[in-house]
């Protein structure tokens, strides 16, 4: 388990490991970069079990849970993007990914999560669109006032 912490510390984003028993959730560590994510510390998730859905914001629960339960019947779900309401109150874009872990035979023995905050990704991408979209209308007025002047 050494190893796995070692992970878990070294990396940005937010890693949480979820130890399972008979399909079920029995256990679930955090690594310390929780906070800057979520502006949760580990001792609050390990606090209050429940904290990782309740920030989830309302509407994008239902795809969470899918993910978890997905992963928890030993499938290996697909990245899922969703809001997140950090500790301070402002929302945040998050990408969520899950790696299960099977044991030899197939059984599920735990599952690892990596919340990447993609906040200010999303952001930039979307500048980027609003210019690339006000260049292409830019560009289609000038060949419009060309047809207009030029017929």
């Known amino acids: 388990m050494e190893t ?4 878990k510390e070294a990396v940005a984003d937010y890693i949480y490991v979820v130890r399972v028993e008979e399909g079920m959730p029995v256990e679930t560590s955090h690594s310390e970069t929780c906070f800057a994510v979520t502006g949760y510390n ?4 390990t606090d209050n079990p429940s904290l990782w859905i309740e920030m989830v914001v309302e509407e994008d629960r239902r795809l ?3 993910q978890a339960k997905q992963a928890l019947s030993g499938q290996f779900p697909p990245p899922l993007e969703h809001r997140i309401i950090h500790k301070g109150g ?4 998050v990408e969520s990914s899950i790696i299960p872990n099977h044991a030899p035979g197939g059984k599920l023995l735990s599952y690892y999560g990596v919340i990447r905050d993609i ?7 979307m500048a980027l669109q609003r ?4 260049k292409m209308v830019g560009e289609w ?3 419009l006032a060309h047809e ?3 017929p």
Do not use: G, P, Y
């Open 4 to 7: 796995h912490r070692d992970i």
């Open 119 to 125: 906040t200010e990704r999303k952001k930039v991408e």
């Open 141 to 143: 007025a000038t060949t």
């Open 131 to 134: 210019a690339e979209q006000m």
């Open 64 to 66: 969470v849970l899918q």
């Open 148 to 150: 207009i002047k030029n």
């Open 42 to 45: 580990r001792q609050e998730f």
């Open 90 to 93: 402002s929302v945040r874009l």
